[in-house]
């Protein structure tokens, strides 16, 4: 039920503009929930004002400014320890990126068959950045990659086919035949334009299995030996 009511509060939100305190009345949460979900969604100056014009309470304008103005401020503050990292990064060798994508896959990546590399993800950067690490680390033509799609019935699949394929630039026959769920009652119903399923970008092989395999434990196991030695 929770999940539903966020979605309706967000989909307010981005498709009809509306203030806090008119969502609030037609999304029964409490203020502290209402601005935990749309933190990530101000409106804008622009929209503020219109409002206002339109016989919005100072009292609301200046709440709606507010959270406008600090998100803005959580921006401007985010973006500086970006920059930061971006010039630390521009320092990285192929070894860190290589050990990168196996922490990801430590994480993320299928271990349960002996011969093929998965991984699962809903950011289409994460996937890119799998796809590139396949082709340089597993010397993978990107010819030889699969993908699948697990999307929710009331998306709009071809759209999402769409999204994907040109997100990864992979072709229409590299997919295999989506996975549609059906919704249940306590389940999102993906709407919002942020979302698109979960993608699994894959390759056979036994042996690229064991290299990445391989290589994850032997890393591992470098540090458990440090550790011992210390």
Request: hydrophobic share 35%.
């Amino acid at each position: 039920m929770k999940s539903q009511l966020r979605e309706r509060a967000i989909d307010l939100r981005l498709n009809r503009n509306l203030s806090y305190s008119r969502i609030k009345k037609a999304v029964p949460v409490s203020k502290s929930t209402l601005s935990y979900w749309l933190r990530n969604f101000p409106l804008s100056i622009k929209r503020i004002n219109e409002l206002k014009r339109a016989g919005w309470s100072k009292a609301q304008s200046k709440i709606e400014k507010f959270r406008t103005a600090m998100r803005r401020k959580r921006d401007r503050e985010d973006q500086k320890v970006y920059e930061k990292y971006q010039r630390r990064f521009k320092k990285l060798t192929e070894e860190t990126f290589f050990i990168a994508g196996l922490m990801l896959y430590l994480g993320e990546g299928s271990k349960t068959d002996y011969h093929t590399v998965k991984l699962s993800n809903t950011d289409p950067d994460i996937m890119q950045f799998f796809i590139r690490w396949l082709n340089e680390f597993l010397e993978t033509p990107r010819e030889r990659i699969k993908a699948a799609l697990h999307l929710y019935e009331n998306m709009d699949i071809e759209k999402e086919k769409s999204f994907w394929k040109h997100k990864l630039r992979l072709k229409e026959r590299q997919f295999y035949k989506p996975w549609i769920t059906k919704l249940r009652r306590s389940s999102f119903s993906y709407k919002e334009s942020f979302r698109h399923g979960t993608c699994s970008v894959m390759i056979g092989g036994v042996k690229e299995k064991r290299e990445v395999m391989m290589a994850i434990r032997a890393f591992v196991d470098k540090f458990k030996v440090e550790e011992l030695g210390a």
